[in-house]
């Protein structure tokens, strides 16, 4: 079977956002993965959103990952709060009507994992169903003050040694939520998992069945 993603477009809030979408037949779910900083190089294209498409991919899921607007040949210019999240709720919308009624799973690296996150909550406030989250490496800082998620299944992975994201703050950012969750701690890996990769991959695989 063929295993390549297709170029797509999407019209997003700031124009048209551009994607890479993995048609699965016969999917299990749909995966939605977000990217990291825009404005220190983040793009759909950065190994660790590589690895959890071709993660989700491998797992029977429909995916699509986006560069968020301004990056790449995504119209707009950076907001770096609530517009990515905007996009990425673009970017969702034209993956469910792909393959409609099939259950959700948002990823999130480093900046993306915030926009994740973010998506999760306004998801849940407004009655939808998601089924899992997963925040790879989480700017937790930018969620303050925003409502999260508390009925999806929800895993964070941090490794020990990250350069960009304090891990003190994920591990607390984990241990002031109420609701179930998983945290994952990755030793002797830095923030882009260099090295580490297929650990991050066995990590998130079996949570995807």
């Not at 990425?88 to 959700?104: I, S």
């Not at 937790?140 to 020990?160: H, K, M, N």
Request: charged share 20%.
């Amino acid at each position: 079977m063929l295993k390549r993603e297709n170029p797509i477009t999407i019209q997003g809030p700031a124009g048209v956002l551009e994607g890479l979408h993995f048609e699965q037949p016969q999917a299990r779910g749909l995966a939605l993965i977000c990217h990291p900083n825009p404005v220190k190089g983040g793009t759909m294209l950065n190994k660790v959103v590589s690895t959890l498409q071709r993660t989700a991919r491998d797992a029977g899921y429909d995916t699509l990952r986006f560069n968020f607007r301004g990056v790449g040949a995504s119209a707009g210019s950076h907001d770096m709060r609530m517009g990515e999240v905007e996009d990425a709720e673009a970017a969702l919308a034209w993956l469910r009507e792909q393959q409609p009624g099939l259950p959700v799973t948002l990823l999130g690296f480093s900046f993306g994992g915030f926009v994740a996150a973010a998506l999760a909550g306004r998801m849940e406030a407004r009655g939808e169903p998601l089924d899992r989250l997963f925040m790879v490496a989480p700017a937790v800082s930018r969620l303050d003050g925003l409502p999260l998620a508390e009925r999806c299944a929800l895993t964070i992975i941090q490794p020990d040694d990250d350069e960009v994201i304090d891990p003190a703050t994920v591990h607390a950012f984990s241990a002031a939520l109420t609701r179930p969750h998983e945290l994952l701690k990755v030793a002797e890996c830095g923030h882009f998992f260099h090295g580490k990769l297929v650990e991050l991959k066995e990590l998130v695989a079996p949570r995807l069945d």
